[in-house]
C-alpha cells in the first residue's frame, strides 16, 4: 500500500485490508500511566502480585480502554495519508468486542479492512473500518470494532465524480 494515496483512490480500497500497524509493546508503566488518566487503578492492571495471586490471568492486564485507544497511534503508523486531507476526527465505534486480555509485556498490532467511503457535504469524507488488535503469538484477538472517522478537507479538492 502506498505511503500517500489522493482522495480519489479511497473508493477504489474498499473491501481491501489497507493497513496493518507495527507492533506495540504494552508494559506496564503504559498500564499504570494510562490508570492514572482515567482513575482506573482495579488491582488486575496495576497490582502484578495480586493479580497473580487472585485473577485467572497470572499477572496484570491492560485495560480494554487502553487497547481501544491506541488504534489511533496504529492508524496514524499503517493507513496511507491522504494527499488532500487537512485534518481527521474520530467519529465513533460501533460493535466493539474485547476477545481476549492483553497480559502485560504483550505486543499487540492494528489490522484496518476499509469497509466505507462516502462523501459528505462539500469537504468531508466519511470512511468506516472493521479493526481487529491482534496480540502477538494468539489465536484471539484482543479486540474487533467498525471504527467511523471523518477526513476533512478543502471543498476544492472534491473529486469531480465523487
Same mark, same amino acid.
Not at 20 to 29: A, E, G, H, L, Y
Not at 81 to 96: A, C, P, S, V, W
Given at each position: 500500500?502506498? =505511503? #500517500?494515496?489522493?482522495?480519489?483512490?479511497?473508493?477504489?480500497?474498499?473491501? %481491501?485490508?489497507?493497513?496493518?500497524?507495527?507492533?506495540? /509493546?504494552?508494559?506496564? @508503566?503504559?498500564?499504570?500511566?494510562?490508570? /492514572?488518566? !482515567?482513575?482506573?487503578?482495579?488491582?488486575?492492571?496495576?497490582?502484578?502480585?495480586?493479580?497473580?495471586?487472585?485473577?485467572?490471568?497470572? $499477572?496484570? &492486564?491492560?485495560? $480494554?480502554?487502553?487497547?481501544?485507544?491506541?488504534?489511533?497511534?496504529?492508524?496514524?503508523?499503517?493507513?496511507?495519508?491522504?494527499? #488532500? %486531507?487537512?485534518? $481527521?476526527?474520530?467519529?465513533?465505534?460501533?460493535? &466493539?468486542?474485547?476477545?481476549?486480555?492483553?497480559? /502485560?509485556?504483550? =505486543?499487540?498490532?492494528?489490522? +484496518? @479492512?476499509? @469497509? *466505507?467511503? =462516502?462523501?459528505?457535504?462539500?469537504?468531508?469524507?466519511?470512511? /468506516?473500518?472493521?479493526?481487529?488488535?491482534? &496480540?502477538?503469538? *494468539?489465536?484471539?484477538?484482543?479486540? !474487533?470494532? !467498525?471504527?467511523?472517522?471523518?477526513? %476533512? +478537507?478543502?471543498?476544492?479538492?472534491?473529486?469531480?465524480?465523487?
Amino acid at each position: 500500500m502506498p =505511503r #500517500e494515496i489522493s482522495l480519489r483512490d479511497v473508493k477504489d480500497l474498499v473491501g %481491501q485490508e489497507i493497513g496493518v500497524s507495527d507492533w506495540i /509493546t504494552v508494559d506496564q @508503566t503504559m498500564i499504570d500511566t494510562f490508570a /492514572t488518566a !482515567t482513575h482506573d487503578h482495579q488491582f488486575i492492571h496495576v497490582d502484578p502480585e495480586r493479580a497473580a495471586a487472585e485473577s485467572a490471568f497470572g $499477572g496484570t &492486564i491492560a485495560h $480494554g480502554f487502553l487497547t481501544l485507544s491506541l488504534l489511533s497511534a496504529m492508524n496514524y503508523d499503517s493507513l496511507p495519508h491522504i494527499r #488532500e %486531507q487537512t485534518m $481527521g476526527l474520530n467519529y465513533g465505534f460501533d460493535k &466493539i468486542r474485547f476477545g481476549s486480555p492483553v497480559r /502485560t509485556g504483550k =505486543r499487540i498490532r492494528g489490522r +484496518f @479492512t476499509l @469497509t *466505507e467511503a =462516502r462523501f459528505r457535504g462539500a469537504g468531508m469524507l466519511m470512511t /468506516t473500518y472493521d479493526v481487529t488488535v491482534d &496480540i502477538e503469538n *494468539e489465536r484471539k484477538p484482543a479486540l !474487533t470494532a !467498525t471504527w467511523t472517522t471523518i477526513v %476533512q +478537507f478543502d471543498p476544492e479538492d472534491r473529486p469531480n465524480d465523487a
